[in-house]
């Protein structure tokens, strides 16, 4: 029975759920019950404020959709069993099925929205059960191409600068990115900065909510950063603007890009952008005393995602414009724990902390603290996200997936269902019962972040704390506990965590690069940024100052020739479809659409189509309309606009049956990243507007 002091307005604080900003908020209980939101105000990243996702995250924790119990599939039909009934299930198949086809036949995918302990212990789970580097997380699909092109460029995949740093810029050059609508606090900061008087320049191809904030809005053809970017440096070279001090002293690979450039001085027939205003922004970007670049999947959903990245390095490293405030590259984070599920090995070619696996030393050394044989651990590249899709059926036999939706967010949602039902077992972990269930073998009811302790990792490598305000519905249990029975039932050492902070721990002790980050020292507001490599360390908010984090410590930079996208507009497909956000939404809306007022906002999906073309097609504002590509079609509401250009679409990602039955599952040879953005489509009417 409550009492009184149960039904006392309790304040939790915690990190959002939602985008990399990674907003401090308290969740409000009351009678065992969340009730509500309240900014925290003591927070240095969004300084008591919210937008508005952050202020509706609560709703849908206490939904009665959520899953409560285990299921498992009989006869094709999904009925409640206990945790022992799937648990042995899931290790008996898993185990067949490794003993017969091997570490390759196994798939194992965590997701970004889901703390770092479930990310580190699925990892360790995949690697010391069943020898398998075969783990990837959905940073694959969103800034896979970050982590590998800034490592290349940089050392390390992760931004430069903390958010409030642009600041202490002279020049914000955003690039590919729609803060303002995808990353809301982060583009609070950005209007700090021109309340400030600090010039903005946006360069996207879409009038977006943050185009509309710019000094310069520079719009350009669709995927054609390469060009752009080469074109620029093209002028800051020619006119001596490069910063031969820094090029000389922390650089290599200059000669290269030199060369490269050349070939474009003028590339406005790629591009689209005229010559004079190429000049204008090298020429700004290039003289600020300190310019930033801000950028975000723009760059990084393409075939070209890595070199795109890398581009962006090339313009810092030419400049100067890295390892000190106000400067840097920095991509803004999709998800909550972009970055944090990264750090934390779920990755196939490194264990936390980005530690190579080709390394016999890591090898050995994940051996000794894991309890595993001496040179059991693969040192083989494991197969990502996307291939692991790819390969269902032929070389992947059992998928094991923690809080994803792969039917909703991964491109060609046909051929997504197609390859899921080839697998001879299917596990889906997650929340509510989502599109993706229903090609499962078992589902397991895990838990939300206002149900569980643990930590996101922000996309300024900032290290948050989640806390736990009330407890899971029914039998759902912690995710990394449930990696935990797994283990121990297949007689595992080392999984034997109590809590969260034991799972952080666990990892800390293996990871140099984060083992001064405690959970005692997230207790503060502003907690801590990795590198911290020792307790006493105050943690790294900029990174490479005075040297790079490569080996020989010195930035590189690339000749990176433009290659236009896999699959572009013809005779039978004539439009560009890009795709991307919407303020009120993330990703598949299982979260989302369960706040009344973010689905009254953005109930339905709907498509930009410019005026010029909707006038050409007979089409009005909101009338349905079918578009289609070579991989699937979709019915779809109009609206009519001039943010995109003629022959340009644009629609939001995170509707079912939307922009992923279009999308194209060509991959970026480098990160494996698909090309989200940009596939070819066309567009037909199928009813008048009301
Ligand atoms: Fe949450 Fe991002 Fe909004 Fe902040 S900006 S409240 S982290 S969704």
New binding site residues.
């Given amino acids: 029975m409550s009492t009184m002091s149960d039904k006392a307005l309790k304040y939790v604080p915690t990190t959002?759920p939602?985008?990399g900003?990674?907003?401090g908020l308290n969740l409000v209980v009351s009678d065992g019950k969340l009730v509500g939101v309240e900014p925290y105000k003591r927070s240095p990243i969004?300084e008591g404020k919210?937008?508005p996702?952050?202020m509706t995250?609560w709703e849908h924790v206490q939904s009665p959709d959520r899953l409560t119990k285990p299921k498992i599939k009989k006869n094709g039909k999904f009925v409640d069993a206990s945790w022992d009934e799937a648990i042995d299930l899931i290790v008996k198949k898993f185990t067949e099925i490794y003993k017969q086809h091997g570490p390759k036949a196994l798939g194992f995918q965590t997701s970004c929205r889901t703390v770092n302990e479930d990310c580190y212990a699925l990892q360790k789970f995949a690697r010391c059960a069943f020898l398998t580097n075969n783990v990837d997380n959905c940073a694959r699909i969103c800034h896979g191409p970050s982590v590998a092109g800034l490592s290349l460029s940089f050392g390390s995949g992760a931004a430069t600068n903390p958010f409030e740093d642009v600041l202490n810029s002279d020049l914000l050059l955003i690039w590919g990115s729609n803060a303002v609508e995808a990353?809301?606090?982060a583009g609070r900061r950005i209007m700090q900065a021109k309340q400030k008087g600090i010039p903005i320049v946006v360069v996207d191809p879409r009038y977006s909510a943050t185009a509309r904030l710019a000094d310069k809005w520079v719009r350009f053809n669709p995927s054609t950063h390469i060009a752009l970017a080469n074109n620029m440096m093209y002028y800051i070279i020619k006119e001596g603007l490069e910063d031969k001090a820094f090029i000389a002293e922390r650089t290599k690979g200059f000669d290269d890009l030199k060369a490269m450039v050349q070939k474009y001085a003028d590339a406005t027939n790629i591009h689209g952008v005229p010559q004079e205003t190429v000049k204008e922004i090298a020429r700004q970007y290039a003289t600020a005393k300190n310019a930033v670049i801000i950028y975000c999947l723009g760059i990084t959903e393409l075939t070209t995602g890595t070199d795109n990245v890398r581009s962006m390095g090339n313009l810092s490293l030419v400049t100067g414009n890295i390892g000190r405030p106000g400067v840097g590259v920095n991509p803004l984070r999709g998800q909550?724990n972009v970055q944090g599920a990264c750090d934390m090995g779920a990755y196939p070619n490194v264990f936390a902390g980005y530690q190579a696996v080709a390394v016999p030393e890591n090898r050995a050394k994940h051996e000794k603290a894991w309890f595993l044989k001496e040179g059991s651990l693969p040192d083989w590249y494991g197969s990502t996200l996307t291939e692991q899709i790819n390969d269902a059926g032929t070389v992947v036999k059992a998928m094991y997936f923690m809080g994803l939706n792969p039917t909703v967010s991964y491109p060609d949602s046909n051929h997504v269902r197609q390859q899921l039902e080839k697998l001879d077992f299917c596990v889906m972990q997650d929340i509510f019962w989502n599109e993706s269930c229903d090609y499962a073998d078992v589902v397991l009811p895990g838990t939300c972040f206002a149900e569980k302790d643990g930590t996101f990792t922000s996309g300024e490598r900032r290290v948050n704390r989640v806390r736990k305000a009330v407890d899971g519905p029914g039998e759902s249990k912690y995710d990394w506990e449930i990696i935990s029975m797994l283990a121990k039932k297949m007689g595992l050492k080392g999984f034997d965590w109590k809590s969260a902070k034991d799972v952080w721990d666990d990892m800390r002790a293996v990871t140099p690069g984060q083992f001064g980050v405690t959970y005692e020292k997230m207790e503060k507001p502003e907690s801590v940024h990795w590198p911290c490599p020792t307790i006493e360390h105050p943690g790294t908010p900029i990174l490479h100052i005075g040297k790079f984090s490569a080996a020989d410590g010195k930035g590189t930079m690339f000749g990176l020739e433009y290659r236009p996208p896999a699959e572009v507009a013809d005779a039978q497909y004539p439009f560009t479809l890009m795709t991307g956000r919407v303020i009120f939404h993330y990703h598949t809306r299982t979260q989302t659409d369960r706040a009344a007022q973010l689905h009254y906002e953005v109930p339905e999906s709907y498509i930009q189509i410019n005026t010029e073309d909707a006038k050409k097609l007979g089409i009005q504002e909101r009338e349905k309309i079918k578009v289609s590509s070579r991989r699937g079609e979709i019915e779809t509401l109009a609206r009519v606009t001039d943010d995109v250009a003629p022959g340009v679409l644009y629609m939001a990602m995170h509707f079912h049956k939307g922009a992923n039955t279009l999308t194209n599952t060509a991959l970026d040879p480098l990160s494996k990243m698909p090309e989200l953005k940009h596939c070819a489509v066309k567009v037909e009417k199928i009813a008048e507007a009301k």
């Fill in positions: 959002c939602y985008c900003v990674g907003c969004n919210l937008c996702k952050g995250c990353h809301p606090l909550n």
